[in-house]
Structures are given as C-alpha cells and as structure tokens.
C-alpha cells in the first residue's frame, strides 16, 4: 500500500523524536519515499544527519539554504506529497498548526499541504489532557486531519499516563490502512442527509429537535475518505465541512431538505438518511411575532410533512440503496423493521435513546444494522466516527 507513496514526515522537538528514525526505516522499506522537514527544535533531538542517510535526501529544515540561498519550497512539498505525516508533533506545534502561526518551515508546509495530515501527538500527559491541548486537536480534526492517540505508558517525564508517541509500526499500519481504503469507493456517488430541520412558526420561533449533525457529517466525511463523491444535504447545524469530495447543500426546513434530496436522488448510487427530519410543520405561518395573549392555553396547527424516506423508496431504482436511520426509545427492534418495510428501504441503522451515549448530540453511538429480512448486525458502544466507518464498511461490498 505504501509502494511509490511520497511523504513528507515532519519531526518537532520532542524526546520521540528518536522514533521518527525507525518510521523512516519502516516507510522506506515499505516503498515509501520519505522527505523529512524538521523544526528547529527538533534538530536538538534528532540529527538531520541521521534522517538524511536514512531517506537519502537532504533533510529540510530552514526557507533557504544559508551559503548559496537556494530557497526550499513548502509549496512544493505540499503539492508533491501524498500524505504528511507529522511524528513526533509537540504541544507547541499542534498549536501552532491549529492557529495557523508560520514561524518555522514546518508549520508553512503544513499550512500548504493538499494532502491528508496525520499527526501523532508526544507529550507529556498532563500537557496532552489540557484543555488547551485538547481544544488544538479537536480543531485540527475539523480541518480534517487525522489524529493518531499516544498511548499510555512511561513517559520521558519518569511519570505514567497518555502521552507517549504511538510507535512507528502501528503509525505505519495506521498509513497503509489509509492507503488500502482511500479509493475503495472511488466513482461512487452518496447522498447523505444530517442534522434536524427547522420548521418556523414566526420571525423568532421554530419548532426543531435536538440533532447537532455529528453523526451524518461523520459518514459524508467516511465515504469521502474512500474516495466517494458525497452530496450533504444539511439541515441548520454548527458543523464544518472541507473535505474536497463533499459537496454540501444546507437547507432549513424539511420541505427544502425534500426538494433538495429528490432532485439529487437521480445521480447517486445510494442514499443514507441520517437527518431527524421534523414529522409536521405549523399548518400557518405567521409574518408578524405572535404575541402572548392572556387567554391561557395556546393551540398550534400542525401539518404534515413530506416524508424524503417514503419518496425515495417509491423513486429507487434496482441499482441504488436506500438506508434510513431509526432513533428509537422502546420496541426499538419493532419500530425499526417497520419503518424500513413502510418506506422501502434496503437497510436501518437503529441507535436507541436507553443506550446512554448513544443518539443526539454526543461524540459516541451505538447501532445495529437491519436489513429487510431483519438480520441485524449489532455493533458497541464507540466514537461516531469509528461508526460511521462500521457503516461504510457494512455498505462497501452491497454497493459494488
Ligand atoms: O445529529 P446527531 O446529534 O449526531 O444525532 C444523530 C441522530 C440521532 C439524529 C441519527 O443517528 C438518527 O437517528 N437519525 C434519524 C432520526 C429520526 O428521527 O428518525 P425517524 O425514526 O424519525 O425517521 C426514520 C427515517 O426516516 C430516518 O432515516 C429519517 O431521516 C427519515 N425521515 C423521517 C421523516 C421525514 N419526514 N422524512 C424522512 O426522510
């Protein structure tokens, strides 16, 4: 998987760096073509000596060379990579990375890469579980970069705990599994719809639910990891997208979500419906805030809306797939095999509210996949991007 991969490994100033030799070693042996950038810190851990010999390529580590001034494009490297992969990366860098700060060639061909960034964290474990920290990695894995957890154990600290740079052989795994997946689906075309839709009773009020999104943009961002061309219909949700193979229609109500979904039902080969689509909308709406009135209770007409599952099951074609998601809080089984029955879909993922951490808003789910038979494949508790990840590999082999 990694024959003829170029990577750009970049080493900041950590005791790990000691490791960033070994990865070369085991990328190189696997094929792999390695260019290293380093941080000037990092050459007080590690000598560019070493890592050139070990690449056979000079080692990159200012934005010219001091005695000619032949100039060392990050650009370049940006374009020229097929993945960066940045081991050890400190608290200080993962910072700098997340805030956009240019101050070292590192950070610069980081801020140029166009390809996937996986970065695997070494520090100390109180430096890792700080807020600061943590807040820098989230916001670097919502910019789509892939994060490889250090692991728990000794550290350089003489303390315990998480913080230890993952070993080279699992980050190299962790490569060659991206490799082996990244174009598994590549010219197959997804719809996905996520987060809750609004219905407005007046300027100021709407009737919603509580879906924050996470779970459907999961999957738009897993399909197109594997190199599917994802259309993302979303409701009104504080999600970002940046992946280049989505292609995101953000829509408020369930009626423009219904318009939206049925125009590009046609083109994909199949559809996931993750959004919490609002049942009824209020029959009228009103142009002007509704006032309170002292007239005690206060009744709202409701209508019906479209149901997109129901349409699309109508509209599939014998080529395309059609699954819907069930939230359930009793009979989960039950109501889930039926809703698929009534709408004609080929396959429900059932998350139940009495699984705690399972459902809205949270980070984690917990599913089971039923099909139109009622064989159902459970799976635990986990983030909802390792589910999301379930799902693409549940669908992989029924999508070919
Ligand atoms: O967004 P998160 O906070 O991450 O939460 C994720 C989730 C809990 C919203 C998600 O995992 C989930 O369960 N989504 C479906 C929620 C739901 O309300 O399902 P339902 O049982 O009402 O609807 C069944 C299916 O019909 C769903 O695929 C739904 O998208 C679809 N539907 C429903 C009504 C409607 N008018 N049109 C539809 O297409």
Redesign the pocket.
């Known amino acids: 998987m990694l024959w003829n991969k170029k990577i750009v490994i970049g080493i900041t100033g950590s005791i790990a760096a000691y490791k960033a030799a070994c990865l070369c070693r085991a990328l190189i042996k696997k094929g792999a073509e390695v260019q290293v950038v380093i941080t000037p810190a990092g050459k007080e851990f590690i000598t560019p000596v070493t890592l050139s010999a070990l690449t056979q390529k000079p080692v990159v580590s200012e934005f010219f060379t001091a005695n000619d001034g032949t100039w060392h494009s990050h650009v370049d490297l940006g374009l020229w990579a097929d993945a960066m992969l940045i081991a050890p990366a400190t608290a200080a860098s993962i910072g700098k990375m997340a805030n956009g700060i240019a101050d070292n060639i590192l950070i610069t061909t980081y801020l140029s890469m166009k390809a996937p960034v996986f970065i695997a964290p070494a520090m100390d474990l109180d430096m890792y579980a700080h807020p600061s920290t943590q807040q820098n990695l989230n916001k670097l894995q919502s910019f789509g970069n892939y994060i490889i957890e250090p692991a728990t154990g000794f550290l350089a600290s003489a303390l315990e705990g998480k913080g230890r740079m993952e070993e080279p052989d699992k980050i190299v795994e962790i490569l060659e599994n991206y490799f082996a997946h990244s174009t598994d689906l590549a010219r197959k075309k997804i719809l996905i ?3 809750p839709t609004y219905e407005k009773i007046d300027p100021v009020r709407y009737i919603g639910n ?7 943009f999961a999957l738009a961002e897993a399909f197109a990891t594997r190199g599917a061309e994802v259309v993302l219909i979303a409701g009104p949700v504080k999600m970002e997208t940046i992946h280049p193979n989505i292609r995101r229609i953000d829509v408020e109500s ?1 009626k423009e979500m219904y318009q939206s979904a049925i125009e590009e039902f046609a083109n994909v080969d199949t559809a996931i ?7 009824y909308r209020p029959k009228n709406y009103s142009e002007n805030k509704l006032k309170r009135e002292d007239k005690g209770d206060f009744s709202l007409e409701l209508t019906a ?6 349409t699309l099951g109508k509209l599939k074609k014998a080529n395309q797939l059609l699954v ?5 809080t009793d009979n989960e089984q039950t109501n889930a095999l039926a ?1 698929l029955q009534k ?1 004609n879909l080929n396959f429900i ?1 059932l ?1 139940s509210l009495k699984d705690e951490g399972a ?3 949270g980070d984690t ?1 917990k599913i089971s996949i039923i099909d139109a038979q009622g064989k159902t494949t459970a799976f635990e508790m986990k983030s ?1 991007k390792a589910v999301a990840e379930d799902i693409v590999d549940f669908l992989r082999n029924r999508l070919s």
């Not at 509580?210 to 459907?216: N, T, V």
């Not at 819907?324 to 359930?328: D, M, N, R, S, V």
């Open positions: 719809t996520a987060g509580y879906s924050s999104g996470k779970m459907g369930a419906l993750c959004a919490a689509v609002a049942d809306n479209p149901d997109i599952a129901a819907g998601f069930a939230l359930e809703k709408k993922v998350n459902g809205f808003q789910n909802k």
